[in-house]
């Protein structure tokens, strides 16, 4: 998170997702759409799974950071999954965690803000590294820039980077951390 959040506004935000959540159930059933309120709930259910699933990666300071980043300003909206999880993994949060917060904060530079801007992140945990999928749709204004920034990530940390697909339009690359 951007700062130091009590539990109160913290459940304040929670609360505020989860009502939102329930107002377009409300809204679809009460226009008798029911199978779209039936996925609104689906989508729901496999949000707070994913974030179970988060929750059972050891690493409290990188599960804070991304389950709160849509709460923050950003020009970037953030859906993540959790694929796989080794339990006994041993990864080093505070690199994990400095490099992804780098990673977005890099893209919110790059991007146009008022687009929509849009990141799903696909997270494999084993015991030795850790697997990112970055899918991104929206507008991004220096791509040039962007692949010089991944090209020179290499050199820092220990890190294998697939790019797949680099567009103005979006991307697609998997980052290896280990």
């Known amino acids: 998170m951007s700062g130091n959040w009590s539990v109160v506004e913290a459940l304040r935000h929670a609360r505020h997702d989860w009502m939102n ?28 799974q994913n974030e179970s699933k988060l ?19 950003h020009s970037i909206q953030l859906e993540f999954e959790v694929l796989h999880i080794d339990s006994g993994h041993h990864l080093e949060e505070k690199v994990l965690l400095k490099w992804c917060q780098t990673f977005l904060n890099k893209i ?18 084993f015991q ?13 204004n220096n791509k040039n820039e962007l692949e010089d920034w991944l ?9 294998e980077l697939e790019v797949e697909d680099l567009q103005k339009e979006g991307f697609v690359f998997q980052v290896t951390l280990f």
């Open 55 to 73: 929750s059972s990666l050891k690493l409290p300071n990188f599960i804070e950071w991304i389950m709160t980043y849509n709460w923050g300003k």
């Open 108 to 125: 919110e530079e790059m991007v146009e803000p008022y687009a929509e801007n849009h990141l799903s992140l696909s997270i494999s945990v």
């Open 151 to 159: 090209s020179k990530q290499k050199d820092q940390i220990s890190i």
């Open 21 to 48: 959540d329930l107002q377009l159930i409300k809204g679809n059933l009460d226009l008798n759409r029911v199978d779209k309120a039936k996925q609104i709930i689906e989508e729901m259910v496999l949000k707070a």
């Open 128 to 140: 030795k590294e850790i697997c990112f999928i970055f899918d991104f749709t929206g507008i991004l």
